[in-house]
């Protein structure tokens, strides 16, 4: 009896899990690992991780052999450029959805980290391709889509102007307090 009440309640945690993943999007591939104790303060990626409604706009690139992470915050613009040279951070495969762009921060609405998207949904959806860019607007609380002319609230990813249509794509993300992931 003890064994199937513990089968039983595996299988039910295990249903849970899966459905709390069907919000997540997995059209594109996305894989990011990024170490704080590599970048402390005052990188702004590690800056903006546990403050609420602070985010970036993460894109990656390889210049020289080397792998750069360009970060855009949300609340003022700022451009960093991130050398990743530690040999660990060389071998990681660095993947960021739809066109190379993802959004991670802390909602302000419920104190959540969010991984998104960084390619407008309906565009994406609707039109095909991969490059419909989201840029801040609003003093950071939104992301517009020159393509569509919708905005969406960073912090739960719904439109918040415009036509209706679908919300921010999700990505799982986590923060341990020293490595930020986001993932499908």
């Not at 039910?12 to 594109?28: F, K, P, T, V």
């Not at 602070?54 to 390889?62: D, E, L, N, P, R």
């Not at 040999?87 to 990681?92: C, S, V």
Request: hydrophobic residues 35%; charged residues 15%; aromatic residues 10%.
């Amino acid at each position: 009896m003890r064994t199937k009440l513990l089968l039983l309640t595996s299988f039910m945690l295990l249903l849970s899990a899966c459905q709390g993943d069907q919000n997540i999007y997995r059209e594109y591939q996305c894989n990011f690992v990024f170490d704080t104790s590599l970048h402390p303060l005052p990188c702004q990626l590690t800056g903006i991780l546990g403050n609420i409604g602070h985010f970036a706009k993460i894109q990656t690139s390889t210049v020289q052999g080397v792998r750069h992470l360009k970060t855009t915050r949300n609340y003022d613009n700022a451009v960093e450029d991130i050398r990743l040279t530690t040999e660990r951070e060389a071998k990681t495969n660095y993947i960021l959805g739809a066109n190379n762009c993802i959004i991670v921060g802390t909602s302000s609405y419920d104190n959540r980290l969010v991984a998104y998207e960084g390619q407008c949904p309906n565009c994406l959806s609707d039109y095909g391709g991969n490059n419909y860019p989201l840029i801040w607007q609003n003093n950071g609380t939104q992301l517009y889509c020159a393509k569509c002319k919708r905005s969406y609230d960073v912090n739960n990813g719904v439109v918040a102007d415009g036509a209706s249509g679908r919300q921010l794509y999700q990505y799982i993300a986590s923060y341990n307090g020293v490595i930020l992931s986001a993932w499908n």
